[in-house]
């Protein structure tokens, strides 16, 4: 039994609903939907009090890009099956460790500061490691983000040492 479970040709023939990548798919889309359908309960704040945005439209447009992404990964999984590994990669949880640093930094210093720092370190964990392209997204991501929700959806970062240089000028 345990080698036609090692044999290649063995998980082709299983229906597409016991596979895991069907299950893991399948739990992500499940859960977005339900956020999404529940994203239309939400109140519509009047054009004099919205700045940017409709408080509603974010989740919605996350959540759709969030299924389509899983909808792509999935195809790509069934041209491409995944690979059983014994354990998680170092990279993982050095990754995780680098999100536990970015909310402490996040909470105490600064936000800007803390995107900037988990973008250097999570592109030098996977595998990065020319300095100037490690400096390029560690400035121009958080740039980019800051635009985003700044100008795009009308919010402030909370106060921190560089976003309160920012807003004093």
Do not use: C, H
């Not at 009047?46 to 792509?72: D, E, H, M, Y």
């Amino acid at each position: 039994m345990n080698n036609v479970r090692k044999q290649k040709r063995a998980n082709k023939n299983l229906p597409f609903f016991v596979k895991d990548e069907f299950k893991v798919s399948f739990i992500i889309i499940f859960i977005s939907s339900i956020l999404l359908i529940s994203t239309f309960s939400f109140d519509i704040v009047p054009p004099i009090l919205n700045r940017g945005i409709q408080p509603a439209t974010f989740p919605k447009a996350l959540l759709v890009l969030i299924i389509s992404l899983n909808l792509i990964i999935y195809y790509l999984s069934i041209k491409k099956p995944w690979k059983v590994q014994k354990k998680l990669p170092k990279t993982f949880f050095l990754t995780l460790l680098s999100f536990l640093i970015f909310v402490i930094i996040s909470k105490i210093l600064d936000f800007f500061l803390a995107i900037s720092l988990l973008s250097f370190f999570v592109s030098y964990y996977w595998g990065e490691r020319r300095i100037f392209y490690l400096a390029l997204v560690s400035i121009i991501f958080p740039i980019i983000v800051f635009i985003f929700f700044e100008t795009i959806l009308g919010l402030r970062f909370p106060p921190g040492i560089i976003t309160n240089i920012y807003y004093q000028f």
